[in-house]
Structure formats: structure tokens, C-alpha cells
């Protein structure tokens, strides 16, 4: 059984749509307090509606590349209001699809600054031992099975996803000396409102035909992403999951 008390606060980016909103109502349903970060104040109040506990969950209202060196300072101003944080899941992100012959620079950095610098200076914040619970404290990044397997269209995305893999790693081996925990999420195609938008229709029925088991569900990611900011996967860090059904897009 997976639960925690609700002075386990996780920080929950892109908790206002899909895999993010998914892993926040989980996680207030197994007791945790959940601070949940978008840029939508309508969705995220969607999402709080939605909450088993909704007097555990918090909202903020962030653009998370706005100061992108300011982010450990803003998490630590968190910490001020809220506590110290037991747990940190990095959900927000953005995809396109995008040949390289067509991909724009300034296009590609904006790529990396919400899908890499932003969770890598939030995970900068949330190593400060004054932000943390130390030891069972952990954070759960979500990369993409796109990182290792290179899907056409996208070298900007999948560029962003595996520096961030990459880094994760990094960050576990120095964060294992104070007890926190780091591991990545690297889920295939899960229908939410990123991979589910009209224009992709075509495109969606071509490769939902290469999965066995069809496109997965934003529950599929949520329960791992539980497990692994619970205290039941105390031994578990520097590891990058694939969540998948054994799918070869390319
Ligand atoms: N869906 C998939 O198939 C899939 C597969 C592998 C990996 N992923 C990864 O999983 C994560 C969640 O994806 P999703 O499918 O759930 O996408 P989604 O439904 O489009 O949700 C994206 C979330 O990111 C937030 N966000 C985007 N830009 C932001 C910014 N500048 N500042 C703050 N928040 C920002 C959005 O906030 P607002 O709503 O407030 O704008 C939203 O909550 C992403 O990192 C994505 O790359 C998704």
C-alpha cells in the first residue's frame, strides 16, 4: 500500500493538464499535500476541483521560464510558505512535432529552457538541505522514450528529454549523500491533451498502430511516479524507467 501524510508536500509541475494534473490527484488521494504549478489559473483550479483532498492542495500560478536562474531562490520562497518539501515532480513540458530541416533556433531553445533548465534549476532549489526533508525526500523527472529512440521530427525534443535524462543522473549521485532520491519517468505515447489535440489525428493513427496495446493513460505514469516519491522505493535512485508496451515508433 502507497501512502503518505499530508505533511509529505510534493511540488508538482504542470500539475494543470495531463501527466502533471494526473500525478497531483494521485498523490493528494494518498494523503500527500500537493503544491501544484502552472501557468493556467483555470486549469489548475480545474485539477484542485477534482482533488480527493482538495484542502491539501495548493495552487501556483508560474511561468517556469520566465527567470529561469531564479528558480531555486522561487522554490526556496515555497519552502517559506509551505514547509519543507518531501518530494519534487517535474511534469511540465512542452513537444512538436518539427523536421530539422524547418527547426528554427530560437524554437529549439525554447524547447530546452521549460523541458531541461527549468527542471534542472527546480531540482537546484529542491537539493538545498534547508528545502528538503533529507533522507526519503525524492524527485521524479519526466523525460521521454523519445530520448533514446529518436523518433523523426524530433531532434529538438528528444534533444531536451535526454540532456534532462542525463542530468537526473548526475543529480542522484550527488544528491544520494543526504538520502534524496532521483529517479526519470521515460513514458511512450499517453494520451493527454499534448498528444490527443485535433491536429495530430492523422498522424496519432499511425502510430497508435505500432503500439500493442494501444496509446497508455496518464494513470499508467501517475502510479509509477507514486511509488517511486513514496517511501516504498526507499532503494531505489538513478534510474530511468521506460513506460511503455514495447512500442518501435520511428
Ligand atoms: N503525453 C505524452 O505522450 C508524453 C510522453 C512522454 C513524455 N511526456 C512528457 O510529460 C510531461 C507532461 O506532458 P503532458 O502530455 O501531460 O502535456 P500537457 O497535457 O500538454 O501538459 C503540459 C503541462 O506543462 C505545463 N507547462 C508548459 N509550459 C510551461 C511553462 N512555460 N511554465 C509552466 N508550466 C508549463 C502546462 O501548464 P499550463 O496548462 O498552465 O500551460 C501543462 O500543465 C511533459 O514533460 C512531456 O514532455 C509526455
Known amino acids: 500500500m502507497i501512502a503518505f501524510d499530508k505533511e509529505q508536500r510534493v511540488i508538482v509541475t504542470g500539475a494543470s493538464s495531463g501527466i502533471g494534473e494526473g500525478i497531483a490527484l494521485l498523490l493528494n488521494k494518498l494523503g500527500a499535500s500537493v503544491i501544484g504549478i502552472g501557468r493556467s489559473r483555470e486549469r489548475l483550479e480545474a ?15 508560474k511561468d517556469l ?28 513540458g512542452i513537444a512538436a512535432l ?39 525526500s525524492s524527485i521524479v523527472a519526466i523525460s521521454s522514450a523519445a530520448a533514446a529512440r529518436g523518433d523523426k521530427g524530433m531532434a529538438a525534443y528528444a534533444g531536451s528529454k535526454a540532456a534532462l535524462s542525463a542530468s537526473m543522473k548526475s543529480t542522484s549521485r550527488e544528491l544520494a549523500v543526504g538520502g534524496v532520491r532521483v529517479n526519470v519517468l521515460s513514458p511512450s505515447d499517453i494520451k493527454t491533451p499534448m498528444t490527443m489535440n485535433e491536429d495530430l489525428t492523422d498522424l496519432r493513427k499511425d502510430r497508435e498502430a505500432l ?40
Open 211 to 250: 503500439y500493442p496495446l494501444g496509446f497508455g493513460e496518464v494513470e499508467d505514469v501517475a502510479c509509477f511516479a507514486a511509488y517511486l516519491l513514496s517511501d516504498r522505493a526507499k532503494w531505489l535512485t538513478s534510474q530511468n524507467y521506460t513506460v511503455d508496451c514495447g512500442c518501435g515508433v520511428i
Open 47 to 61: 485539477m484542485k476541483a477534482k482533488c480527493a483532498r482538495p484542502e491539501n492542495a495548493f495552487l501556483e500560478l
Open 98 to 136: 518539427k523536421p530539422l530541416q524547418l527547426l528554427p533556433l530560437e524554437e529549439t531553445k525554447r524547447r530546452f529552457d521549460i523541458n531541461y533548465f527549468s527542471p534542472l534549476f527546480l531540482a537546484k532549489g529542491f537539493a538545498d538541505r534547508r528545502v528538503n526533508n533529507g533522507k526519503g
Open 65 to 92: 521560464t520566465d527567470d529561469i536562474g531564479g528558480l531555486p531562490e522561487y522554490v526556496k520562497s515555497l519552502k517559506e510558505k509551505y514547509g519543507k518539501f518531501h518530494g519534487l515532480a517535474l511534469c511540465a
